[in-house]
Structure formats: structure tokens, C-alpha cells
């Protein structure tokens, strides 16, 4: 049975931080920031980590002329960076919150998931995507939207017409600007309104 995971912390920039277990015990460090790496581990030829995303930065920095070269060792730093499998795959395990706890998240997720979790996570939220639309709220709110989207495009429900108009509209397209309607009323009941 998973511990209650509780934080009493805020979550957020440095999320390493906040697992108690890892304070105590880092497996390795970033030889730029100095802190372990959240997930993702790259390294120089000579087995020097970094955060993928501060080898990034160093790679790009090029107000120095070392950003070329791994900081401890100076061998060339490819720009294809050399993953660290292992660092991962340990760092990848370790227990992680979403991004939207503060909103209600309890999932159990870990550092290695947490990117996909947060991308379609149910507490975070998204836009409309209907053009003109600009509701947002929970991604879990979404598909009860969508089916009152004003800007949803809807089939006529007049037969014949094969025309799709913005829900918000329909109403008014049905009775109005629609070519069927107004053949149905010519043809079929306006005989039967001259007989009453
Ligand atoms: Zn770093
Ligand atoms: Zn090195
Ligand atoms: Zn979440
Ligand atoms: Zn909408
Ligand atoms: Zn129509």
C-alpha cells in the first residue's frame, strides 16, 4: 500500500527538494547547478553529468568560451548529448508530484512520468479548441463543454441541407437563412395554410 505522500512544502522550482529521501541521499550531481538532476541525465565523454537542461544551457552560452567543453574536464561537448541511461532509470523511479496538486491531484506518479501525467492531467486545464471559443477551464470539463460550445459546428437539421453552421447559430440559420427551410414552406405549407 503506497505511504500517504503529504508534503507539507509549496511545490516549486526545484522540485528535488521536496522528496525527503533524496536531500539525504543523491545518487549524483549536476556539475553546473550542483543539485541532482530532476530526470533526464547527460553526460561529457568522461562520465561528468549534468541536467539535460543545464547542458543545454551551457551548450548555448556562448559568452564564454568554454561552452563548448565540459566544465570539470574541458573534453568537447558533443551537441547531440550523451544520455546517462542508468542515472535516469534511477532518478526516472523516484516518486513525484503533478504540477496541479495545489488544484486537487493525488495522482501517484513518478519523475519519469510526470511530463505525460501533467500534459493530460485532469486538474490541469486546457482551452476550447472550437475557433472563436475562448472558454478554458479543467481538461475534465472539456467534453461536457464541447457538447454546449456555441462555436461547436452542427449539421442543419433541416433535410436537404447539407450545411454545418456554429450551434449558436443554428437556431437562427434554421429559421432563417436556410435554402430548405424556405423550399419547405413554399412547396408543403403553404397549400396547407390556404386550406385552413
Ligand atoms: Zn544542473
Ligand atoms: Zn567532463
Ligand atoms: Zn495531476
Ligand atoms: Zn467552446
Ligand atoms: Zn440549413
Redesign the pocket.
Request: charged share 10%.
Given at each position: 500500500m503506497p505511504a500517504k505522500r503529504k508534503r507539507p512544502q509549496k511545490t516549486g522550482a526545484s522540485t528535488s527538494a521536496n522528496d525527503e529521501k533524496v536531500a539525504e541521499d543523491p545518487i549524483c550531481k549536476c556539475n553546473i547547478c550542483f543539485e541532482e538532476p530532476f530526470f533526464l541525465t547527460v553526460q561529457c565523454a568522461n562520465g561528468h553529468l549534468f541536467c539535460s537542461k543545464c547542458y543545454q544551457q551551457h551548450r548555448e552560452c556562448r559568452t564564454t568560451e568554454s561552452w563548448k567543453s565540459c566544465p570539470v574536464c574541458r573534453v568537447p561537448l558533443p551537441p547531440q548529448p550523451i544520455r546517462n541511461l542508468l542515472a535516469e532509470s534511477i532518478l526516472g523511479s523516484r516518486p513525484a508530484t503533478c504540477d496541479y496538486e495545489d488544484a486537487g491531484c493525488t495522482a501517484d506518479i513518478t519523475r519519469g512520468g510526470k511530463a505525460e501525467h501533467v500534459k493530460r492531467c485532469e486538474f490541469g486545464t486546457t482551452e476550447?479548441p472550437?475557433q472563436g471559443?475562448t472558454?478554458s477551464g479543467r481538461v475534465s470539463a472539456l467534453v461536457e463543454?464541447t457538447a454546449l460550445?456555441e462555436?461547436?459546428s452542427v449539421p442543419c437539421t433541416n433535410r436537404g441541407c447539407n450545411e454545418s453552421v456554429p450551434r449558436g447559430q443554428l437556431a437562427e440559420h434554421i429559421s432563417g437563412e436556410c435554402r430548405f427551410r424556405l423550399v419547405e414552406l413554399g412547396i408543403l405549407q403553404l397549400p396547407q395554410r390556404a386550406n385552413v
Open positions: 476550447c472550437q471559443c472558454w463543454h460550445c462555436f461547436r
